[in-house]
């Protein structure tokens, strides 16, 4: 019986003899494809017809067939064509459109000026906060919330004084004042450099406050005064006193 060694030697020597076989079997010829005969060879090496033989007698050549142009592979791709005509008109259409729109949402719809554009959301959705300015569409009055109340703002001088424009008032539906305290109107109150005296200024009019006891009874506080031109308090009429009958005011 044969050892498992001498299987493993048998099976070796077999592929040994396998490989060594498969080295020696011949290769196969390579066949090289022939060149084709370039323009310069000769041409009585080409086989002539019986119509070249009739030109070659005749002393002219043979006629070359004309070879047409191939189209080169890498070329540029034809250029793609211009989009129809009624794109453009579509795109002018579209900014005419554009250009109307812009115009009707800046048109003003009521008496402040109020646009589209600039209009603000219902009323439920207002924060209201200290300064906040509010009308109402039917009243001509304006109101600033100040001091946990509503007040009045006595007077153009005195909106403009305050540094607000109309797009800071509020346009409300009537009867929004309803939910509010309304204080005491606020009026232009009003000194000049280098003078104590306190004047509520009432269209072209100026009205001296007496002392700090009419001062302080009609509603005001310090921060209420503006400090303006001496010449200008003195260009206005004066008013009756605050409070009536004090005497003649002074001059600031």
């Given amino acids: 019986m044969r050892t498992r060694v001498e299987r493993i030697v048998d099976l070796l ?7 060594l076989a498969e080295r020696k079997r011949p290769a196969a010829p390579t ?5 084709p005969p370039s323009d310069s060879e000769d041409r009585s090496a080409l086989p002539a017809t019986a119509s070249a033989r009739r030109y070659a007698a005749a002393g002219r050549s043979w006629p070359e067939t004309p070879v047409e142009a191939q189209p080169r592979a890498d070329s540029e791709p034809p250029s793609m064509p211009m989009g129809p005509p009624h794109a453009a008109r579509l795109m002018v259409r579209l900014a005419i459109a554009l250009a109307a729109l812009i115009v009707v949402i800046n048109i003003p719809f009521n008496r402040f000026g109020t646009t589209l554009a600039t209009a603000l959301p219902d009323s439920a959705a207002w924060v209201i906060v200290e300064g906040f300015v509010v ?6 009055e304006i109101y600033v919330f100040k001091g946990e109340e509503m007040r009045r703002i006595g007077s153009l001088t005195l909106f403009e004084a305050l540094g607000y424009t109309w797009d800071d008032v509020h346009v409300a539906a009537d009867g929004y004042m309803d939910q509010f305290e309304v204080g005491l109107p606020l009026d232009v109150v009003a000194k000049c450099f280098g003078s104590l005296h306190v004047y509520r200024l009432e269209g072209e009019t100026k009205r001296w406050i007496r002392d700090v006891e009419a ?8 921060e209420d005064v503006l400090t303006v031109d001496c010449s200008y308090l003195r260009g206005l009429s004066d008013g009756e006193t605050i409070p009536p009958g004090s005497g003649p005011p002074p001059q600031p």
């Fill in 31 to 35: 066949v090289e494809p022939s060149a």
């Fill in 215 to 222: 001062f302080t009874g009609e509603g005001y506080v310090w």
């Fill in 135 to 140: 009308t109402e569409e039917d009243d001509p």
């Fill in 13 to 19: 020597t077999e592929e040994i003899e396998q490989r």
